[in-house]
């Protein structure tokens, strides 16, 4: 089965990807202890760069066969060390080519450079109307010949999902903030004031006009129309904590809020009664399985997964926001 990895994430693949480097943008006519010792740097030098913000490689396989990989590089060259990050090292075995593996790789590196807050990517190559398939622009000829091109990473739809106390709303504001994109709120199109629930059919009517918006950050499930907004969304956020983690979130805001008004639901005060406990302490055994059989028609490098608050606040902190103010928010 054809799957895409991080290729940190299967170490036992480095040593043929570095010989496959090698061989393809190497110096050439080396002699057998030459070529294994620029080998034996490449693994070095990709374990090394494992580490810096600016930088993944990405693997294809088919079951264990390695397809092929490409990589996002802080730097690329001696020539425009201005610009970062680049897209680079899109590689296909000779045997796969023309089946459009390429395709596959070069959706889950621009999927990959939204998670990390990326806008723009360059690259530099010497073949001739190849990249602009997959949206490069170009910028001008490099002193070496090759053409320098960039590609737009447009994030315009985020859906974030995930059971009640992960921090959905909170999660959305923030990227809302960062991204300069709305943030919609789906319980405040449900609830009226005083938590009074509009018609379900006029309430999915105006969530699917949401969706169909071009920009927009939409926190909440409501199942009924969950999937159109998978298949529309650049990017899922998967807040896929357990019951306990649930409860945690959901006590802390009602210790915080009770009784006052929920910024993201005007005229609603939080609140707390059984139903909603049941919904809480249920979510994962009967409504996580639902969003799972959605999620398996989704492509992997589309969504975002988290298991832990803690790994969210990495990530923020890694590739959006450095405040810790904001992260405290959803500790």
Known sequence: MLKIYDLRDKPKYIEEVAILTQKQWGQKDLLKDEFELKVKNKILKIKSDFKKANY?????????????????????????????????????????????????LNNAILAEARK?????????????????????????VLSNGEKLYYIDILTNRISIIGGSGSGKSTLANILSNELNIPAIHL??????????????????????????EERWIIDGNYNKTLKER????DLII??????????????????????????????????????????????????????LELLKNIPDEKILRFKRQKDLNKWLKRYYTH????LDYIK
Do not use: Q
Not at 72 to 94: C, H
Not at 230 to 233: G, I, Y
Not at 323 to 326: A, E, M, P, Q
């Open 323 to 326: 405040s810790k103010n904001i």
């Open 56 to 104: 993944c490689k990405l693997i294809l396989l088919d079951d264990d066969e390695l397809i092929g990989f490409i990589s996002i590089f802080p730097t690329d060259g001696e020539e425009r060390t201005d610009l970062s990050p680049w897209y680079a090292t899109m590689y296909v075995k000779k045997r796969y080519r023309g089946k459009g593996y390429s395709k596959i």
């Open 230 to 233: 998978l298949d529309k969304a």
């Open 116 to 140: 990390r807050n990326i806008s723009k990517l360059y690259l530099k190559t010497d073949l001739e109307n190849y990249y602009e398939k997959f949206g490069a622009k170009f910028l001008e």
């Open 238 to 291: 998967w807040l896929d904590y357990s019951t306990v983690a649930h409860l945690k979130g959901v006590c802390k805001r009602i210790f915080k809020n009770y009784n006052k008004e929920k910024p993201d639901i005007p005229g609603c005060k939080e609140r707390i009664d059984f139903t909603f406990l049941r919904y809480v302490v249920t979510y994962n055994k009967r409504k996580r399985p639902k969003v």
């Open 187 to 212: 319980d405040s199109i449900n609830y009226n004031a005083n938590w009074v629930e509009i018609d379900k059919n006029k309430r999915d009517a105006i969530i699917s006009s949401k969706a169909n």
